[in-house]
């Protein structure tokens, strides 16, 4: 059973940084692609950024690119989201996820979920 715990979320003001971590347990972690979803309340779960299995491919929406760094570090079996000038409109649950093919920006194409971590920007 492939398992998925965020953390590092918190209340930070608009243009600090902000760095959340997940921990991937049950399954073996540089096999899985990985992917940072989030969800501000009353908005459907949107696509944050993905990563490959090697870390050397990644992904970014639009709203974040310049600002948000996805990495991995196999070694430790967890994924990285940094934040940089983070902006109230960031403020949402984040959430990882996994699957087992390419980078993918639905949801529902991947298969593992973590529980989330809250991030609140205050302007």
């Known amino acids: 059973q492939v398992q998925l715990v965020e953390s590092g979320g918190g209340l930070v003001q608009a243009g600090d940084s902000l760095k959340l971590s997940c921990t991937v347990s049950?399954?073996?972690?540089?096999?899985?692609?990985m992917a940072w979803f989030r969800q501000a309340p009353g908005k459907e779960r949107e696509f944050v950024a993905g990563?490959?299995?090697?870390?050397?491919?990644?992904y970014y929406a639009d709203s974040v690119k310049g600002r948000f760094t996805i990495s991995r570090d196999n070694a430790k079996d967890t994924l990285y989201l940094q934040m940089n000038s983070l902006k109230p409109e960031d403020t949402a649950v984040y959430y990882c996820?996994?699957?087992?093919?390419?980078?993918?920006?639905?949801?529902?194409?991947?298969?593992?979920w973590g529980q989330g971590t809250q991030v609140t920007v205050s302007s």
């Open positions: 996820a996994a699957r087992r093919t390419l980078i993918a920006t639905r949801q529902n194409e991947y298969d593992y």
């Open positions: 049950g399954g073996t972690f540089s096999t899985t692609v």
């Open positions: 990563i490959g299995r090697s870390g050397t491919t990644t």
